[in-house]
């Protein structure tokens, strides 16, 4: 925007989002494109509104109600249409600076100004499957499946090898017995909500409808100077603030189940046992240009800006030690991993505060500076220049520090018929899990980067109907250091672990700098006919990309910073951890 970096790699999208009302002009560049612009094929370049001598504005709000809205085809009958409700809004004002009795700046000083606001709530209608008042205490003698068969539940600690062949005993009347419920397995089946749809299945599937709100909050302002200060110098300033705010069910993790009053009496939770996340995101942008015309066939311009995206999200229940409440050691260690940990049950809706990934708080600031010349020579128009970027990091992403946690029906299952037996609640129940996993960063590491490019480009009209485009980009990209040197990798040459700052390994730990990066820009453009009807077009270029910061592939992503822990259980074990314990 107004020629500074915008791009954001965390999540692979733009840090500033400039408003309909403060952008002038954008351009698409794809293909063979000039030696200036650098990295991959495709380039989108946005320039800002500024003022003038007259002075403009307008106001404008975009208003959406679901009132007007068709139904939901798939909605039962009679179920009311979730509320939705949108506003768009905004204005923008845009003049020479005048200030009586003090400056007049018509024909030199300009000024632009523009907000623009969102305020979103829409319903969210969720069907899940939740325990019955039965199932959750461990009696399971109505069981049956989607189908209406009757699922029978096994008891784990009766298996035994009888014959070349693994069995197991099922609980008398397929009631578990209260000796053989784990208190932690009792605490998590007892915080779903209870059932408040008549459901499939005599009532045991798709039996909870809930209707969360998705909301939305988003400002965005942005302001322009422009400054003429003689014939041959002008100069503006842009400067763009966005604060955004999303409160919203997410299908990456179970969805939406609100915790019932009399579990938040009894343990410290949530608003939610399953799933909703909270996103702030605050970015802000400027940009600085200074042209100077030093003659009629060449004009320098002088670039400076930066921008900078603060993403938070969260689970609903960070800072609240939800798993230690129930019972579950070992997995509230600090802020970063507290709340409930996602727990997989097959045949319902599982458990989690939000995805497992949360938090994430991927800061991201670049400083850039731009020296650009435009030089016109005869049938030769020049442009050379160079481009600096300073880029600062924090990959905060967690893959799941919380944990994931799975309990199917293998437990409880008849190892002769494991398909049709079993069931994922009465698993939970005994308190075995099959397989789980966690892993997550201690703590976020701060990266500096820099990128270094210079350039030179020849548009040159060969004839009336020929056109060249010859250039060269030569970009250099230090590799990332590390703000306290947290940086681990391996050695191939000697298979060890390698430290940034020890033992003579350098900050980047090893890694190094390719200097030899240069890109050439061939294109050409021939007038067949010569009437400017047929146009043949050709080109050529070689371009170079930095290894972007991304959510994962860091190196900082490793031991001892990182750690990953898994685990997973045969289904039908002879012996049971605990077991006579």
């Not at 990456?252 to 909703?276: H, I």
């Not at 670039?303 to 230690?324: E, V």
């Not at 029906?409 to 049709?420: E, I």
């Not at 010859?470 to 990798?489: A, S, W």
Request: hydrophobic share 35%.
């Amino acid at each position: 925007i107004d020629g500074i970096d915008n791009n954001e790699f965390t999540f692979n999208t733009n840090i500033v989002t400039p408003t309909i009302e403060s952008v002038r002009e954008f351009k698409t560049l794809t293909g063979v494109f000039s030696a200036e612009f650098g990295r991959g094929a495709g380039v989108v370049s946005v320039s800002t509104q500024s003022g003038s001598n007259d002075i403009h504005g307008n106001v404008f709000e975009f208003h959406r109600n679901h009132v007007l809205d068709a139904r939901n085809v798939f909605a039962p009958a009679g179920q009311r249409k979730p509320v939705f409700r949108q506003n768009q809004f905004g204005g923008a004002i845009s003049g020479p600076v005048f200030i009586p009795k003090v400056y007049n700046g018509r024909n030199r000083t300009f000024f632009f100004f523009d907000y623009a606001g969102l305020r979103s709530g829409r319903g969210v209608a969720t069907v899940n499957t939740v325990p019955d008042a039965r199932t959750r205490t461990g009696d399971f003698s109505q069981l049956q499946d989607r189908a209406g068969r009757r699922l029978v539940v096994y008891d784990p600690l009766t298996t035994r090898n009888e014959g070349g062949r693994v069995i197991r005993d099922p609980y008398p009347n397929n009631i578990m017995p209260a000796a053989a419920i784990n208190p932690v397995g009792r605490n998590v089946a007892s915080i779903y909500p209870l059932p408040n749809a008549p459901g499939v299945a005599n009532g045991l599937f798709d039996n909870y409808v809930s209707v969360p709100n998705r909301l939305v909050r988003d400002n965005v302002y942005t302001g322009r100077f422009d400054h003429l200060i003689s014939t041959k110098d002008t100069v503006f300033f842009r400067y763009t603030y966005n604060n955004y705010g999303l409160n919203a069910p997410q299908g990456q993790a179970n969805c939406c189940l609100p915790t019932p009053a009399e579990a938040s009496q009894r343990f410290r939770l949530g608003p939610y046992v399953a799933g909703l996340q909270d996103t702030t995101l605050t970015t802000q942008g400027s940009a600085f240009n200074w042209t100077h015309v030093f003659k009629p066939n060449l004009l320098h311009e002088f670039r400076a800006g930066f921008a900078r995206t603060n993403p938070l999200t969260t689970q609903q229940d960070i800072g609240i030690d939800a798993a230690t409440s129930l019972g579950i050691r070992g997995i509230n260690l600090n802020r970063q991993s507290s709340g409930i940990p996602t727990i997989n049950i097959t045949d319902i809706t599982g458990l989690s505060g939000g995805p497992a990934f949360l938090p994430v708080n991927p800061l991201q600031t670049h400083y850039q500076m731009d020296s650009a010349w435009n030089w016109t020579v005869n049938r030769h128009t020049l442009k050379f220049g160079w481009h600096i970027v300073r880029r600062h990091m924090q990959p905060f992403v967690n893959e799941a520090v919380r944990g994931n946690m799975t309990f199917s029906r293998a437990y409880t299952a008849d190892p002769q018929n494991p398909s049709t037996t079993g069931y994922g609640l009465a698993t939970l129940l005994t308190g075995y899990m099959n397989s789980g996993a966690r892993s997550g960063a201690f703590e976020p590491f701060y990266l500096y980067t820099w990128e270094n490019s210079f350039y030179l480009q020849d548009d040159w009209k060969v004839s009336r109907r020929l056109t060249l485009n010859l250039g060269v980009r030569h970009e250099m990209f230090t590799p990332e250091v590390e703000k306290y040197n947290r940086l681990p990798n391996f050695d191939l040459a000697q298979l060890r672990m390698v430290y940034a700052n020890e033992d003579g390994v350098s900050r980047s730990a090893n890694k190094i700098t390719n200097r030899r990066n240069f890109g050439p820009r061939i294109g050409m453009a021939y007038d067949i006919t010569g009437d400017g009807k047929t146009i043949f077009r050709a080109g050529y270029s070689l371009v170079y990309f930095p290894d972007p910061v991304t959510a994962n592939g860091q190196i900082g992503l490793n031991v001892p910073l990182f750690f990953t822990q898994s685990l997973a259980f045969a289904d039908f074990p002879l012996t049971m951890a605990g077991e006579g314990q």
